[in-house]
């Protein structure tokens, strides 16, 4: 058998190449990733440089991979499955197969997997990132999400979803859809203010809703921010208001010139647990010093998540007032930013004492 001919999993293609880009830990053992270029073959979690989705092949076995003329990955070692992590993956998959039944608690988790509560979150906290109990929660509100689509009515989509009754929605949805159920199923779009003004990193955009600050940009045009909102906001429904975002823009202002050290902004933004939580971190690093995506992760006690936390500062969609600029790799290289490293470097000089 050659590369070519790698065998269709009935998970999907597309489901386990999303799942490579996101470093998912829930797949790990249940197919193998081969690359072409190197002939190797991973982990779908394994930390190595993302490859190109033309190079790729999948197994679902690591026997069929060597078969094909692959060798394991000495980084993330493939054949040597981490019992812990497999556990946790196993958990992953049981909640989501699961989600929409009404009750799933740490000890019915643990009574599953024959294992004690206190190992089951301790173990699962470590390698997910964030709880059983945060991860059944964010697995119930995607089923939630896709039955309002679908169900006759808002009540319908909330017992569909497991949830007992609709006070336990309507505590979560505002973080969740940033509207309510009945708003988000009709489809009715928000509403989105912007304005631009020249900065010293080029030309800011700051776009809000009625919550607070959904948007903050840098870039060369305000055309092409204005174009990149409407991209990530495709249902809002979007208008200037310069008057209205006027002190937005001359906080941020401020902030770049030197005038003050901190952004104290409201935020209107949606995010997954695991993201609320690099965010918070971001939030904590001291004006003038930085901290790498390992430092973040050890931070929020996921020690194995710093490529999750690059991908989650890579998702950050208020620029400045989440500082996700503050935060480098490991061997002193500044990484990657969204708004272009140049104007990375010149926020860190900036920011830097003296």
Not at 157 to 177: E, W
Not at 206 to 211: C, I, Q, S, W
Not at 334 to 345: A, D, L, Q, T
Request: hydrophobic share 40%.
């Amino acid at each position: 058998m050659t590369p070519q001919d790698a065998p269709r999993d009935p998970l999907d293609e597309n489901r386990m190449w999303q799942a490579v880009l996101d470093d998912d830990v829930r797949y790990d053992g249940t197919f193998f990733v081969a690359v072409r270029t190197t002939g190797i073959y991973c982990r779908p979690s394994c930390k190595a440089r993302t490859p190109r989705r033309e190079n790729v092949a999948f197994y679902l076995d690591a026997e069929t991979a060597r078969a094909a003329g692959f060798r394991a990955c000495k980084r993330c070692r493939p054949d040597d499955i981490d019992a812990h992590a497999q556990l946790a993956a196993e958990v992953c998959r049981y909640i989501d197969a699961h989600a929409h039944e009404e009750r799933i608690t740490l000890d019915d988790l643990a009574a599953a997997f024959h294992i004690s509560p206190f190992h089951l979150h301790r173990t699962f906290k470590r390698i997910i990132g964030v709880t059983p109990a945060a991860y059944v929660d964010a697995a119930r509100m995607r089923t939630f999400k896709q039955e309002l689509k679908n169900a006759g009515s808002v009540t319908d989509a909330i017992y569909a979803a497991g949830y007992s009754s609709d006070s336990q929605v309507y505590a979560r949805t505002d973080d969740h859809l940033g509207m309510t159920p009945t708003v988000y199923r009709e489809g009715a779009p928000v509403e989105i203010a912007f304005a631009t003004a020249r900065c010293p990193l080029g030309v800011l955009l700051v776009g809000m809703t009625a919550r607070g600050v959904c948007a903050v940009k840098l870039g060369d045009t305000g055309e092409a921010l204005l174009e990149d909102l409407e991209r990530e906001f495709p249902a809002a429904a979007i208008r200037q208001d310069d008057a209205a975002l006027h002190p937005m823009l001359t906080a941020i202002n401020r902030y770049l010139n030197g005038e003050t050290p901190h952004l104290d902004l409201p935020l209107d933004i949606r995010a997954t647990a695991f993201q609320r939580r690099v965010w918070e971190a971001l939030r904590q690093i001291p004006y003038g010093e930085t901290r790498t995506y390992a430092e973040i992760a050890h931070a929020i006690e996921a020690p194995k998540a710093a490529r999750a936390v690059g991908n989650a500062c890579a998702e950050n969609q208020t620029a400045l007032i989440i500082p996700c600029h503050r935060v480098v790799r490991g061997d002193g290289v500044i990484g990657h930013y969204r708004w272009g490293s140049e104007r990375k470097k010149r926020l860190l000089a900036m920011e830097r004492p003296g």
